[in-house]
Structures are given as C-alpha cells and as structure tokens.
C-alpha cells in the first residue's frame, strides 16, 4: 500500500498551529520548486505556498503570509508548511506538488491532500 504523501492535519482551534508534511514516494522533490494548495469545501483550489529548490526562496499567498511558514529537507525528499496563528477560514484540504514554474501559482499536485479543520 502507498503511503499517504500528506500528512500532519487535524483539527485545531482558531489560533493554533499544525505542521504538514509533504513525503513523496516515487518522486524526487530534488529540482523541483515546490509548493502547498489548499481547497475549501464548494471553493476551487487555490496557491499556498511554494519554495525554490534552494529552499530559501519563497512566496505565499496574501491570505497566509507571516501565518505559514514553508520549508524543505532534500536529503529527506521532505517539504513541511508551518502553519501558525490558524484562523477557520484556513479550513481545508492541503496538498502538495511541484510548481510549473517559480513565481508560478499553478502546479501538479502529488497527493490525495490532508484535512485541515480549524474551529471558532
């Protein structure tokens, strides 16, 4: 059986924190800009956060940014979102993939996502 490639959610009160984490069987993330989505119930998937391979350039979007936190192990084949101050509108499923391209807000998702639920 394959192993889930996102891991970490849960449910969590409104300013909480959670860490995901994003473990690819199969795939390398080396070379890769990668990245986190997430969608919410009735709503389209949308850009969370994404990373350069060097793993130290990044960018998110408005509605996370100073909250999450993303970061990678290559040597680990690894990319974690540091989620903190979680608000429930950050309610969704997460999931990760590899960037069309750095700047990008598009990519290809590489798991079945994690479930993250956050409470007033």
């Known amino acids: 059986q394959v192993p889930p490639v996102e891991s970490g959610g849960g449910l969590v009160q409104a300013g909480g924190s959670l860490r995901l984490t994003c473990a690819p069987s199969?795939?390398?993330?080396?070379?890769?800009?990668m990245g986190w989505f997430r969608q919410a119930p009735g709503k389209e998937r949308e850009f969370v956060a994404a990373?350069?391979?060097?793993?130290?350039?990044?960018y998110y979007s408005d509605s996370v940014k100073n909250r999450f936190t993303i970061s990678r192990d290559n040597a680990k084949n690894t990319v974690y979102l540091q989620m903190s101050r979680l608000k429930p509108e950050d309610t969704a499923v997460y999931y990760c993939?590899?960037?069309?391209?750095?700047?990008?807000?598009?990519?290809?998702?590489w798991g079945q996502g994690t479930q993250v639920t956050v409470s007033s």
């Open positions: 990373l350069a391979d060097d793993g130290i350039n990044s």
């Open positions: 199969g795939r390398t993330i080396s070379g890769n800009v």
């Open positions: 993939g590899a960037m069309r391209q750095f700047g990008s807000r598009r990519g290809d998702y």
